[in-house]
């Protein structure tokens, strides 16, 4: 569950809701591809903009339609009673597992943050994944309070938000978080521009917004680097730099929506507004960088 | 609408839901003060941690409890959609105004802020000021950006987060964004600390916490410092300097709610979970910090 590529795909939403069908495709994609897992309603899935009964819904569809694939779900949420429904949710439908983030407005202290946390576990059937994204949460996690967390019951993973660029520096981080933590809890990297180097640095897992969209693509670069080609690994994801660019640049949500519009997965428009969508020569140079991923993702 | 003091009210609150007859006893202090207009639901209302219904019913006990004082609220949220849904509700319950912060969870750029803005002051009937919070949205205005959504139709006021601690650099700034914006929109100044500096420097509002809860003091301070009596008006701003620090170090709110509890206006606890009371030896600082507020207040 907490290995491997987890693939965290789209939900195609719009000012008239959720486009269901084109959901199940993407899954589809996912299972026919044989991802390890699948990330639902990641910040990728746009759960922050839905309300409980369309997570439920978009939920719902992805593990009726994960053909056996564990998929796990963010239960993020500002209120912990909703983090408490939503994980009750999740939990009903199937759901493998959670992943939670302190998402904020008022700004969180490390014991509101920790409570959280306690409060969630202690209530969960099903194993959890802390969610570490401080570009949407505004929270940022020392590595002492992820020892802290860590240490409860039902965690499993940690979601860490990118790893030092230099492979060295990677692997100092890397150990760093491991040593406080229990053996029995993963560390999965996310922020796709650092995937391999997280891995080869020996993260376990890959949380992926990339793959939610060409899993087979990055299900090789995963299982490159995990089976220890490092320099193949790398010669992948250097091919892909153009798209990393634009992820740094755009953010990759806007990016991978726009991919996923000019592939004919999806239609267009599909992010909620205000979110808008990449427009005029920016989607002409993602349409080119397209050319080769597709490629790519066809010779997998 | 746009000029004096501004009070923002407290909505206490916790796990069992709103404590409605706590939140229009302060209303009513409010009122018997006689402050120039109230802004439910901000912030420190806690408007993100509640559902439309809640806001609504919230509202309206605002509007309905106002005695012809203007009510302004908030109508933030996450998505478009729900920001348009949230201003139908305000105009249909009699609110005076609404205040439009843009929160984020991906973040958002200029653009999709502007189009946002324009969105939704063409679907208004009723005044809109523009909340400009980065501590809660994440979101930074530039002076420019504030200048194009001020000649937007419906715009009259522009709450700004603060200003230079000095007396000359807080008229600099002031002064640079009042040439920019039409001169049918005032300027409000939040951040308690600095009201008076604000205040003294040309802003024409104070949008205040803590005048929600002591709005005598607060509402003799403001009208000191719109008077032209700035000696005067800072030397009560500086007996408040503790309640200052305490603003500072832990959040307004937090410190807001506390004060409000141990002076009985409402009972604890009275905030949403994960957010958590201020506790220990914080509190009794607190509450010696209140004897000497509360003996203002009460000499107002």
């Known amino acids: ?34 991802v390890n897992s699948i990330g639902a309603l990641g910040s990728t899935g746009n759960y922050a903009y839905l309300s409980r009964a369309e997570r439920l819904r978009v939920l719902q569809l992805a593990v009726d339609s994960a053909d056996g694939i564990p998929v796990m779900t963010s239960i993020s949420a500002l209120r912990t009673m909703d983090v408490l429904h939503l994980a009750e949710d999740a939990q009903r439908t199937g759901a493998g597992a959670v992943l939670l983030a302190p998402v904020s407005y008022q700004t969180l202290t490390n014991e509101e943050v920790y409570s959280l946390y306690e409060q969630v576990s202690s209530s969960l059937s099903i194993p959890l994944c802390i969610y570490d994204n401080p570009a949407t949460t505004h929270f940022h996690f020392s590595d002492e309070l992820h020892e802290q967390i860590a240490k409860l019951p039902s965690v499993r993973s940690i979601k860490i938000p990118g790893v030092p660029s230099d492979p060295e520096a990677a692997i100092v981080r890397v150990n760093r978080l491991r040593k406080l933590i229990p053996s029995t809890v993963t560390i ?32 090789k670069m995963a299982q490159l680097a995990l089976d220890g080609s490092k320099d193949e690994a790398n010669q992948l994801s250097a091919r892909l730099e153009p798209i990393w660019a634009l992820f740094r640049q755009y953010g990759s949500l806007r990016v991978v929506s726009a991919a996923a519009e000019i592939n004919g997965f999806i239609s267009g428009p599909s992010l909620p507004l205000p979110l808008q969508p990449l427009n005029g020569l920016v989607r002409d140079q993602l349409k080119s960088i397209l050319i080769e991923i597709t490629s790519i993702e066809s010779s997998c």
Chains 1, 2 share one sequence.
């Open 188 to 219: 999965g990297v996310s922020g796709d521009p650092f995937a391999v180097t997280g891995l080869n640095a020996g993260c376990e897992a890959w949380y992926s917004v990339l793959g939610g969209l060409f899993p087979k693509t990055c299900l």
């Open 1 to 34: 569950m907490f290995h491997g590529l987890s693939a965290f795909p789209l939900t195609p939403m719009n000012e008239s809701g959720v486009n269901e069908k084109e959901f199940v495709n993407l899954i589809q994609r996912l299972v026919t591809a044989g």
